[in-house]
């Protein structure tokens, strides 16, 4: 799946891995019973094995545990039953235990893979290297006095995922991919909520490039990168930077970098003679973390449908075309407000509506899927009265920017606004007599050989119905008449 | 076995804490007292020996996912040798 | 007075009981026996106040009938555990003005079973040490003398915790054990010092030194006293995942229960060399005591115990070095104000930790870092499980297994702060317990040439504290030691 980019002397291949930091939906901390939801108060959200009081003991949160056991399972990986909580030792102002409590040698899932598709609608599968549980740090605030820094603890112990790739992404786009992909089926699991904004779910982005069919070259790491756009502003900038560098005679360093959202560039972050010794080792206040083969069969039970196979079902099952199933796949809450509305009813039809109309409006109004005001039995209401003959399908797109806007029912607003199509036969003959009737030069002329009139026809018996009329009768009846 | 100068400067770095110069040569000469005398590990045969990191022989104990802690600001801060309003405060970070 | 400070924890329970003396009377007493002894340099931080409060709700309790187990008894907490509100600084400048907002659990069993806290015991800074010389508040001070009268240390790291016991000073205490500190100062001073099983007592809420060594445990002047703390110390704690989810027996059963067939392992490893000709005469005493008490006296090897001492001095440190990041200067305690967080760090810590902490966490540090790990770090912990499984091996095949607690008696203070190693090697004996997890006892066992205490270990496997109480107090009938040291607040016996 590699792609290559042209550098002044040649040929250059881009490698890519990520280590992305995903915050576990749970109520509580990894290790403390305090409150792990957003947007509290500073230092509230913290408890005295938060704030790392002397004496004070780590104890696990279960439902941390069965989160990252369920993302593993997620990414087909490999879980292992033993996995042991390790010390990474550093000292930074907003880590108050002078250690992040991470797992090191044995991580609780090993290895997987996710599978990408690209918008030329190739697919690829990008491995996983590892998931394991960890801390996450509290938060420094730089910008609230000239010379101090504040603290805020609230995230201070907060469960994180750390999920590192295996360095098989070779383009911008594909770690763009990766990354949506990752963060669906995350969501799909309800075990991240994916807001990258709230830094839910960042990633740190490992960068390097080679001459083709070289070993790997010198990697440096730009982390906690929070949208999809700055990573790909991120690698395309390192790619440029570094073919540069090397084709300017340089070596490229090993080295962390900070990305400038405004800028768009990357910079170093740590000098080299402060090079990190984590000086990791077994945990001492806890034991290793174990489980059977039950516990995680019970997970693999409850796990729900994830996007690569119900796309598979839209596409085969449905008829669906990839894009459609695409679309329709990359949130749970649109898959199954889908599956809502087009049970029992034509999935294509629904497809198009929900992708063209509601997403339209949605878009429009500036607005999420949640909080549409058409709910999916109500679209699937509009799409029964389309299948069944009751409303045409431009009747039927005037009913539904009255359903967006009112949130009425279908039915009731056609009910309302006598909407309903005119599929009586006699009806429509009388009104097809009465434009014949009103204008006799023009059937002349039609009959005379030009046919470009018909649409004339159609058109008046559609204006005399108010659009009512059912357009296929009246052309099949007009048609009789004319060509006696 | 010595640990020289630079080395104690070095570890000492690690563990956030300054040695003065003289500091460090004692530092020095202990920290290569004791290693040598640790030394003596190498005599025991450990081939195939799983390392023990603690005796504890039951499982490890999960709790339940409930907010049972934290809302307790004032006590947090309590001690701590610098606040703003609700904030820890250090001297400033440049990242 | 006096004969209030005659009365162990148990007689004076059973006049609590009766109602022939009150815990207020009590307590007068020990406050009148702490003024007297304020010499010895125990208490860091009485709390007299709470005393009072305490021992005039203990009196309620008898008076309604639902008194608790240790309800009026007086009794001393090691500077390491943390006290609601009241300053915990683990006898370091780092944790001075630290005013804990919660109890340690430990404490808290205590406390509920009806304890009076008499107030904060000096001990060494962190616990590491084994004089008590490493205390920002000076050494406790061994209320036993040499015939020329010097002071002598208390041993460490619970010094404070020993002499307060040994002088009269507290009716019993707490301490804690990571390497012999509880075992080592409570032979040093002549009282019972008892080190449970490794998760037998929460460590929530005790200032961690070593955490898969540190062991809370009780000081008392008998061994069927230590039974009775320990049995409100111990129990489950679901905030300490290390805690062991298990019903605490009750020990006082074993107390004088008979040792009539129990096998007594004697370790030949343990006859090292510079020990003195007093205590190799003790350990021959106490074997032959207990051969007479009915037990089966066995000669067992544990092969790897000369590796124990350097394996816990990579061990303890390394964790150390971990547990001791958190004091930083931004959450609570000391801090050195300076431009950058860096300077503020490294500023702080050299200030506020003494040299011996100083350097325990520059060989942690040393020993977990990048190029070391394996040959220090990970070398030890395979030595550890060669000496755990030393242990597991021999208690095939003994019960318990009988050593001196200590190589010497109380030295003087001053005589070996000079040299860490020389220091370190008074811990030779007891330090394989807590690599092993095992329970351990200091009994009071006899005196040396020069008239100081000398103490008898016992060990047992995990859990079996049953067997070393009653063992303990089968040596303790028959060594018929009298706790006498000539700085005590009165005559304790």
Redesign the interface.
């Given at each position: 799946m590699s792609t290559f980019v042209s550098g002044r002397t040649g040929e250059w291949e881009i490698v890519i891995g990520m280590e992305v930091h995903a915050q576990v939906v749970s109520n509580s901390k990894l290790f403390s019973g305090s409150s792990a939801i957003f947007g509290a108060s500073p230092n509230n959200h913290v408890s005295l094995v938060d704030a790392a009081m002397p004496g004070m003991l780590p104890v696990i949160n279960a439902q941390c545990v069965k989160q990252a056991v369920l993302t593993g399972l997620g990414l087909n990986a490999k879980i292992n039953k033993f996995s042991v909580f390790d010390r990474k030792n550093y000292f930074y102002a907003d880590l108050p235990q002078g250690y992040q409590i991470s797992q090191f040698k044995h991580p609780i899932v090993g290895e997987g893979e996710v599978q990408i598709e690209l918008s030329d609608g190739s697919t690829h599968k990008v491995g996983i290297e590892r998931l394991h549980l960890e801390q996450d740090a509290g938060k420094s605030l730089h910008d609230q006095h000239p010379s101090k820094s504040y603290i805020d603890l609230n995230r201070s112990g907060v469960a994180l995922m750390e999920i590192v790739s295996k360095p098989e992404m070779h383009s911008a786009d594909q770690a763009a991919a990766y990354i949506k992909k990752l963060r669906s089926i995350l969501r799909y699991l309800g075990t991240c909520d994916g807001n990258m904004e709230e830094g839910s779910l960042r990633a740190d982005v490992n960068v390097s490039v080679r001459r083709p069919g070289e070993a790997l070259g010198t990697r440096t790491e730009t982390k906690n990168l929070n949208s999809v756009k700055f990573i790909m502003q991120t690698i395309e900038f390192e790619v440029q930077r570094q073919i540069e560098l090397i084709e300017d005679g340089g070596e490229v360093m090993q080295e962390t970098r900070l990305f400038d959202t405004s800028t768009g560039m990357t910079r170093t972050m740590r000098g080299k003679e402060d090079a990190h010794d984590y000086r990791y080792f077994p945990d001492p206040d806890l034991l290793p973390l174990t489980f059977d083969d039950a516990f995680i069969d019970e997970l693999k039970i409850g796990m729900p449908e994830l996007p690569d196979e119900i796309k598979f079902r839209m596409v085969n099952e449905y008829g669906l075309s990839s894009y459609d199933a695409n679309v329709l796949t990359e949130e749970r809450e649109t898959a199954a407000f889908y599956e809502l509305a087009s049970d029992g009813r034509d999935r294509k039809i629904t497809a198009n509506w929900m992708s063209v109309e509601l997403f339209g409006a949605l878009n429009k109004a500036g607005i999420e899927l949640a909080q549409s005001p058409v709910s999916p039995n109500q679209l699937g209401g509009l799409i029964d009265l389309i299948s069944d003959g009751s409303i045409s399908g431009k009747i039927a797109k005037e009913v539904f920017s009255e359903m967006f806007e009112t949130g009425k029912d279908a039915k009731l607003i056609v009910d309302e606004k006598g909407l309903k199509q005119v599929s009586d036969e006699s009806a429509i003959v009388t009104m097809i007599d009465d434009v014949l009737a009103t204008n006799p030069d023009k059937v002349n002329e039609y009959r005379g050989g030009k046919e470009k009139l018909f649409g004339f026809f159609v058109g008046q018996v559609m204006k005399a119905s108010k659009g009512q009329a059912n357009p296929g009768m009246v052309n099949k009846l007009l048609k009789q008449k004319l060509d006696l | 076995m010595s640990v020289d100068k630079h080395v104690v400067k070095k570890i000492a770095r690690l563990a956030r804490i300054s040695v003065s110069e003289e500091k460090s040569e004692t530092f020095s000469a202990d920290l290569g007292n004791i290693l040598n005398w640790i030394e003596q590990l190498k005599e025991v045969n450990t081939d195939g020996v799983e390392p023990l990191s603690g005796v504890n022989e039951h499982a490890l104990v999960w709790r339940e996912d409930n907010i049972t802690d934290g809302e307790i600001t004032d006590k947090v801060l309590k001690n701590a040798p610098e606040t703003a309003g609700e904030f820890f405060v250090v001297p400033k970070v440049i990242e | 007075m006096s004969e209030l400070l005659k009365m162990t924890a148990t007689q004076a329970r059973k006049s609590l009981l009766k109602r022939e003396i009150s815990s207020v009377e009590l307590l007068n007493a020990y406050q009148t026996a702490m003024e007297k002894t304020e010499a010895l340099n125990n208490y860091v931080t009485p709390t007299l106040e709470v005393a009072k409060e305490m021992a005039i709700k203990a009196d309620k309790t008898y008076a309604k009938g639902n008194a608790g187990l240790l309800a009026g008894l007086p009794i001393g907490v090691k500077d390491l555990f943390?006290t609601k509100d009241i300053e915990?600084t683990?006898c370091s400048a780092i944790?001075k003005?630290?005013?804990?907002?919660?109890e340690?659990t430990v404490t808290s069993n205590v406390w509920k079973s009806g304890g009076v806290m008499l107030g904060k015991l000096n001990c060494d800074e962190f616990a590491m040490g084994s004089s008590n010389e490493t205390s920002i508040f000076g050494p406790a001070i061994n209320p036993w003398s040499k015939i020329d009268g010097s002071d002598l240390s208390s041993g460490g790291s619970s010094g404070g915790s020993a002499s307060s016991v040994a002088a009269g000073a507290a009716l019993m205490s707490l301490g804690t054990d990571t390497g012999g500190s509880i075992r080592q100062p409570a032979a040093f001073c002549g009282v019972v010092g008892l080190k449970p099983t490794?998760?037998r007592c929460s460590?929530?809420?005790?200032?961690?030194f070593?955490?898969?060594l540190d062991q809370a445990g009780p000081f008392t002047r008998t061994v069927e006293d230590s039974a009775l703390i320990f049995s409100a110390m111990a129990g489950h704690d679901?905030?300490?995942?290390?805690s062991?989810?298990l019903e605490t027996p009750n020990f006082s059963e074993a107390v004088n229960s008979g040792i009539e067939g129990l096998r007594i392992g004697i370790p030949a490893e343990y006859y090292v060399d510079g020990m003195d000709t007093d205590i190799l005469n003790l350990w021959k005493k106490g074997r032959a005591w207990l051969e007479q008490a009915g037990a089966k006296v066995v000669d067992i090897s544990l092969p790897?115990t000369?590796?124990a001492l350097?394996?816990y001095?990579?061990i303890a440190p390394?964790?150390a070095?971990?547990n001791?990041?958190?004091y930083?200067?931004?959450?609570?305690?000391?801090?050195i104000?300076?431009?950058?967080?860096?300077?503020?760090?490294?500023?702080t810590?050299?200030d506020g930790?003494g040299e011996e902490v100083?350097?325990r966490?520059?060989?942690g540090?040393?020993a977990?870092?990048?190029g070391y790990?394996d040959a220090?770090?990970?070398?030890?912990?395979?030595?550890?499980?060669?000496i755990?499984e030393d242990f597991d091996k021999a208690f095939n095949d003994v019960d318990v297994i009988l050593t001196p607690t200590t190589p010497t008696a109380a030295f003087p203070i001053g005589a070996e702060i000079v040299d860490?190693?020389t220091m370190y090697l008074n811990d030779v004996f007891t330090v394989p317990a807590n690599l092993?997890?095992l329970p351990g006892i200091s009994v009071p066992a006899g005196l040396s040439e020069q008239g100081l205490p000398l103490g008898l270990q016992l060990l047992a496997p995990?859990f079996r504290e049953d067997r070393i109480f009653s063992a303990a107090s089968a040596i303790e009938k028959q060594a018929e030691f009298s706790l006498a040291p000539v700085r005590a607040a009165g005559d304790l016996q």
């Open positions: - | - | 943390c915990t683990a944790l003005g630290f005013f804990p907002p919660y340690s490794y998760g460590r929530w809420g005790i200032v961690a070593a955490s898969s679901q905030k300490d995942s290390t062991a989810s790897h000369k590796y350097p394996c001095y990579i390394a964790e070095s971990s001791l990041a958190r930083d200067g931004v959450k609570y305690g000391k801090r104000e300076k431009e950058s967080l860096d300077a503020m760090y490294e500023a810590r050299a930790f100083q350097r966490i520059l060989i540090t040393y977990l870092s990048a790990y220090y770090y990970l070398k030890a912990q395979q030595v550890r499980r060669l755990k860490p190693i092993a997890g995990s």
